[in-house]
């Protein structure tokens, strides 16, 4: 699984990777995550208001910080 966090650093971009990670140690899921600060490659995936979350090349949230509940379900949706 290959999952980017879209953004240029701010407090509300680092509270996404954190739950993230956590999410993914919780679920025992192994997955490659990316933070992406430049914003050439942010625009690229169509996301004007970061931070955003990529999730095997699909943008599953942006603009906010999910809870940790919605991240689970976006982990487990890409999962299968």
């Not at 990777?17 to 679920?27: F, Q």
């Not at 050439?40 to 990529?54: C, D, F, N």
């Amino acid at each position: 699984m290959e999952i980017k966090v879209l953004g240029t650093g701010c407090s509300k971009c680092r509270a996404v990777e954190k739950e993230v990670r956590e999410v993914l140690a919780e679920l025992g899921i192994d997955a490659d995550v990316e933070e992406v600060k430049d914003m050439a490659r942010i625009l690229q995936y169509k996301v004007m208001i970061t931070p955003g979350l990529v999730i095997d090349g699909k943008v599953v949230s942006s603009g906010h910080v999910p809870s940790k509940d919605a991240v689970r379900k976006m982990l487990q949706e890409a999962r299968g």
